[in-house]
């Protein structure tokens, strides 16, 4: 399997991402977004209406309705297989990174947040966070591997059909990466973050979810009896950091091999997105996997004082759960000479 790499030349205001294959595609790139502008929408608002006319309408019938898994409990068993691909992936695709970090330099904005990847860091005049100045360039520091991969964490839910984490235990409630969450609910056993899995279906009756297993359990086999449904962190083992046969690789080889777990790990997550559902802020990065948003009232992005400190929860795409970090694309490694700004209309972007 080859990669080609995805080159992003800029004109101006306008960013055009150019993916070289056999046949040459143009996209734009993601604009980035205002503090003011909300992330755009995955569904339509008039579509969520319509929903939202229908789910009102099947509570005031009060009538049963059978639902099909995940929004049942039971696990979508032809997506089994693709959540341990995932998990897998995204191990190798961290180890693959942090071996590759180590011989390339990274730089971070202190202001902005921009990436450099490469020695002596550019002088493109594009900083334009707050605080910034007034030429627009850029204050760099020594980055790390958290700044090519940021880290989405989510609230692990025991049972993904219980109430959402309320204000109170949000730090009672363990935050793991939310890619995990996505794993572990796909149907991935860790035994550091245990799950409720169900083996009869619930059922939906006026809006309201009826789980048999909770009212009747069977005293074999009660469900989460004798388990701790939070501070995992306590029984949490942290073993020595897992060395690959990488170590053993070039680090080109080594490079090769963690784009081929970026692709598998995203084109995994896509297919687990379109059943088991996933939510983000509209205004922060906040991400919550599972049926709905949790309820914790820690949001400071725009206008947050309105909403009492709550997130705007709308439904997420893969962007969000694994978000890719664009970078100026250095084409010649031992110049000694940073890229000028005033020939950055010539450079290209790529996906760091």
Known sequence: MSYSPRLVSRSNLWRTFIRHSSVSTVTELPRKLKRSERKQWVTSVNELKRKARLEREEKQSAREQILRPPENGLLVKELIPVAHQV????????????????????????????????????????????????????????????????????????????????????????????VVELCVQGGVNIPEYPTRRRTFPAYSVAGRIIDFERRFPKEEDTPGKDINTSGFWEKRKYPVETVFIHLLLPAAEVAIRGMESWEVMRSGIRKLVSEYAVHTCGYCPEFQVGPKGHRVRNCQAFKHQMRDGQHAWQEATVDDLAPPVYVWHVRDLNSPEPMANNLRRYYGMLEG
């Open 87 to 178: 998990y897998a992936a995204a191990a190798e695709l961290l180890s693959c990174s942090s071996n590759v970090a180590k011989t390339i330099a990274l730089y971070s904005c202190s202001v902005c947040g921009e990436v450099h990847v490469g020695h002596t860091p550019h002088k493109i005049r594009t900083c334009d966070g707050v605080g910034s100045l007034k030429n627009k360039e850029h204050r760099w520091m020594n980055g790390g591997i958290e700044h090519i991969l940021p880290l989405v964490e989510s609230f692990h839910l025991y049972d993904r059909l219980g109430r959402a984490v309320s204000h109170d235990e949000q730090l009672i409630v363990d935050r793991i990466p939310a």
